[in-house]
């Protein structure tokens, strides 16, 4: 584990014109003193999630980002893969995200489950003993990590740590949510991978996010910033503030302070001064405790929102871990299976699943 006393590099980016994207994340990257070798392997790992038509723009990595860096990689005749795991239809998804023509003018698309996989012994591990990744994952030289700054049902924020669970491949990461119910225990097992298997350098497309039913159903929000840090976990920490979240309080970022992953939760930041700029958070994380009562009493189950929104695609009946959803003919959710991942939120690409209000 490198040694934890990485800044935080904050520059403004006001759109995704490449031009300016390519000048941020230079920016970034001498702000944090981060410099590519000649001629090594490195895999890219964006946010792609699914397809998302209406909201793509705040649910996915900008491909922007992608080519930002990409550029830098072909000047330093570096060798590239573009990789991630997404929830639904892979190349589907890769192709509504815009990265699978990136991934073709500079280098090689990976859809993880599609190549050879190896297991990684994770003696360090809390929940996640063992697990398996793509062989390419292992073979790299270098992984750069490219999350989107997004709220999240489950885990309250999705950035650097988050984004290393699209390493899992396909339905393994069903499976695996099995074995981690609720927020304290998945977020273990996210700082599990993130301890076996580290970004040698982070940089968030947070120019425009997504706040509210976050990861997928919240509303986008445009923050004008990319971020960078050769410690994803000290990214976290400062990207969180800015959407007035406590770190101490997202567990999966307490969780990896706590294994030294990080120093603690001072984080030096060079650039631009971190903006305040308070995000709604997901409807069943508010801080009311009324609220939080009625989503003890209700155990935030899922339903179906709104019939006219859902197209009966059974999408989220077929990806429920806990085979929780029957159609009939929409998606109904038995209580007593649900294990309360919000999976079926964050695949619905209608937006039609919801929490009970
Ligand atoms: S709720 Fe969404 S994913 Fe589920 S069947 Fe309806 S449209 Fe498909
Ligand atoms: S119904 Fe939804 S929240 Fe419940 S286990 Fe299935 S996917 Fe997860």
């Given at each position: 584990?490198?040694?934890c ?28 003193d ?8 490195v895999?890219?790992k ?39 795991s997404p ?18 003018k500079?280098g ?42 997004k ?6 924020y999705?950035g ?5 669970y ?59 910033l ?8 000290a ?15 997202v ?17 030096l930041?060079?650039?631009?001064n ?13 801080k ?8 003890k ?29 029957s ?10 299976k649900?294990?309360?991942?919000f ?15």
């Amino acid at each position: 584990m490198k040694k934890c006393v990485e800044k935080v590099a904050v520059v403004e980016c006001k759109d995704y014109n490449q031009t300016r994207v390519d000048t941020a994340v230079k920016k970034a990257l001498e702000l944090i003193d981060f410099k590519f070798e000649k001629g090594k392997k490195v895999l890219i790992k964006p946010n792609v999630v699914g397809c998302f038509p209406k909201k793509q723009i705040a649910t996915t990595t900008n491909p922007s980002i992608v080519e930002a860096v990409c550029k830098i990689l072909k000047k330093n005749k570096c060798k590239i893969f573009i990789g991630d795991s997404p929830f639904t239809n892979p190349e589907a998804s890769f192709k509504a995200s815009g990265i699978d023509k990136v991934a073709k003018k500079y280098g090689k698309q990976l859809i993880f489950e599609q190549d050879k996989l190896v297991n990684v012994k994770n003696n360090k591990a809390k929940v996640l003993k063992n697990f398996k990744v793509a062989k390419t994952v292992k073979d790299v030289d270098l992984i750069i990590n490219l999350p989107k700054l997004k709220t999240h049902s489950l885990t309250k924020y999705t950035g650097a740590i988050k984004n290393f669970y699209g390493l899992i491949p396909g339905g393994i990461k069903q499976r695996t949510h099995m074995h981690a119910k609720g927020d304290k225990k998945f977020s273990k097992v996210l700082v599990d991978i993130f301890q076996n298997i580290t970004p040698d350098l982070t940089i968030m497309d947070a120019v425009i996010g997504m706040e509210g039913e976050g990861p997928t159903s919240g509303n986008p929000t445009k923050t004008g910033l990319i971020l960078a840090s050769k410690n994803g976990v000290a990214l976290d920490i400062v990207t969180t503030r800015i959407i007035g979240l406590n770190p101490k309080k997202v567990y999966m970022i307490k969780e990896a302070v706590r294994r030294k992953l990080y120093s603690g939760f001072k984080v030096l930041t060079v650039g631009k001064n971190p903006p305040k700029l308070n995000f709604k958070i997901p409807s069943n994380q508010s801080k009311s405790l009324t609220k939080k009562m009625l989503c003890k009493l209700f155990k935030e189950k899922p339903i179906v929102c709104d019939t006219k929104k859902c197209v009966k695609c059974g999408l989220c009946a077929s990806k429920c871990p806990a085979k929780a959803i029957s159609l009939k003919p929409y998606p109904i959710v038995d209580s007593k299976k649900c294990i309360r991942c919000f999976c079926c939120i964050e695949i619905c690409p209608q937006e039609a699943m919801g929490f009970k209000k």
